[in-house]
């Protein structure tokens, strides 16, 4: 199969069944020992990977696949002004659910990246990207639509994972069927992305690549720290050049 094949696809850039699989899972997103464990635990990394490139005080900050809100939330407690889109109605609903309890201010919508692009082009200091790529039939017109949404000087940051066969043994045949961190089907070998694919995709869209960092999970002692190695996942950060 070639990768990121949009043949089993609805129209638009989604395919229904992913989006059915993670709203299965909103009851429990917020649940630190839930099926969402791995991303409660990678989450403070991620943060520190954007808060080292962007002062987020008073920024305004789009997160895009927002999910149920677990990054929005931490950016906007880092003092971003923090949009959030995702299509899944049942995430937004939890995310707005769990805002109630934690008082932060987080403009949810259930919302395309390519639509909010054609209202709001420019209107971001830094958009996030999280485990999200690897799930769409198109990758790059999200990258182009994130590409749109910043201003010049803005920071796009992406997490997602290689398609090398370490990654495979990893994030599928380890993580989803023998030790169960993962539902089974979260992952498709062939949806994973190559940071040179992504590179040209960000170089398409009118972005320059800074950084490409490997982000490495143990789930033995539930830590998650940044490394060289980007076999499995990995973060980038590219920039808007300035007009």
């Known amino acids: ?28 997103w917020w649940d630190p020992d839930g099926p969402q464990r791995p991303l409660h635990v990678l989450n ?10 962007v002062p987020l005080a008073g920024r305004a900050v789009l997160d895009v696949g927002c999910g149920g809100g677990l990054l929005s939330e931490a ?20 995310a707005r659910l769990h805002q109630l309890e934690s008082g ?17 082009p420019g209107g971001f200091d830094a958009v996030t990207c999280m485990e999200m790529l690897e799930h769409v039939p198109d990758p790059a017109a999200v990258i182009a639509a994130c590409a749109r949404l910043l201003r010049p000087g803005g920071r796009l940051f992406v997490s997602t994972l290689n398609r090398t066969p370490v990654a495979f043994a ?7 069927y023998v030790a ?4 089974r089907g979260t992952h498709r070998y062939s949806d994973f992305i ?11 869209a009118g972005l320059q690549l800074e950084d490409v960092s490997g982000l490495f999970y143990d789930p033995l002692r539930q830590r998650a720290w940044l490394s060289r190695r980007t076999e499995v996942n990995y973060l980038a950060c590219a920039v808007k050049p300035e007009a």
């Open 1 to 28: 199969m070639e990768p990121h094949s949009a043949s089993d696809s609805a129209p638009g850039n989604y395919r229904q069944a992913e989006l059915d699989k993670f709203a299965a899972l909103a009851n429990r």
């Open 44 to 53: 403070p990394v991620r943060l520190e990977y954007v808060r080292r490139r």
């Open 75 to 94: 950016l906007a407690r880092a003092g971003a002004q923090v949009t959030a889109i995702d299509l899944a109605p049942e995430l937004v609903k939890v």
């Open 104 to 120: 932060l201010q987080v403009d949810y919508q259930v919302k395309a990246v390519e639509e909010l692009a054609a209202e709001r």
């Open 170 to 176: 990893l994030a599928i045949v380890g993580a989803e």
């Open 180 to 183: 169960g961190l993962l539902p």
């Open 194 to 204: 190559r940071p040179s694919e992504l590179a040209a995709w960000l170089r398409e």
